[in-house]
Each structure stands twice: as C-alpha cells, then as structure tokens.
C-alpha cells in the first residue's frame, strides 16, 4: 500500500493514526519531530509511519547546499520515532510520565538519497518484546524502493523530575 492509497475506510479507522494523536503520544516537537502520520498500526506488532519530506526542512540548507539529502541519521530517527509511537499506543504510555528511549541502531543501511518532495513510507515491525523493551525492524521506503534498513531497540523510562 502507498500512503496515498488510503480508502474512506482507512481514513476514518483505528489503524490509521493522524497528527493530533501523533502529538499527544510522542515528545517530539519541531523541527525534530519526524512522523507526520502513521497507517497500518496493528498493536505489539506493526506501524507505518509517512514523512513527508520538503525543501523547508531545516537541515536542507547545509546538507547540501545546492544537492538537498535527507541525512541518513534523521532517517533512522524518524524510524525510532515511528516505533516509539507504536510503543506509545500499545503500552498506552503518559508522556508526561514516560518517555521511549532509543536504545541501539544495528546493521543500518543506506540504499538511495532521501530528497524534497519525497514521502518516507517507515514500515517498522516489533521484533520481540520483554516488558518495556522492544525490538524492531524498521525500512525507509520512497515510492516502493527501499533507501534505509536497520534493526533498533528502544523502552519506555520514566521521565526525569525537574526536566533534567
């Protein structure tokens, strides 16, 4: 499925999980937040996220002035992202309590140059779970090719007093 392919069913279902929720389950804010909608969501097991990617990204203008790539660190960060928000909903966590902590990165990698005006399709599977630990598997795909790979881990923490 293409992230422009949704039906009137998938618009309006619970797999389908848009920007305000998106907001109220992650921390992130802008200009990090990396996810701009998710599909597909199946509970402990599945999520694709959608980026899209545009010439106003902040990092643009220095990476590389004149030839725009999306670094390939962000694209791993937005796959964090997407299993985190996966973790988010399934384990139904408080962000003002909680935070998903991005753990490791493995056998990441890069296939072909993220750019504006592409959308990142971010199917991310749970590998296995062991309580607050999850495990995944996470793509970076642009119109059906794949660009990035890698295998990541992350868990949900409590979230330090005081902003610390």
Known sequence: MQATDLTDKQKTSDDVIEIGEILRRLPH???FLLVDRAIDYIPNKSIR???????????F??????APVMPGVLQIEALAQAGALLMSKTLEADISKHLILFMSVENARFKRPVMPGDVMEMPVE??????NIFKFRGRVEVRGELATDCEFAAMKADRPEGGR
């Open 29 to 31: 804010r802008y200009p």
């Open 49 to 59: 996220g959608i980026k899209n990617v545009t010439i106003n990204e902040p990092f």
């Open 61 to 66: 203008p220095g990476h590389f002035p004149g």
């Open 126 to 131: 749970v590998l296995f779970q062991r309580r």
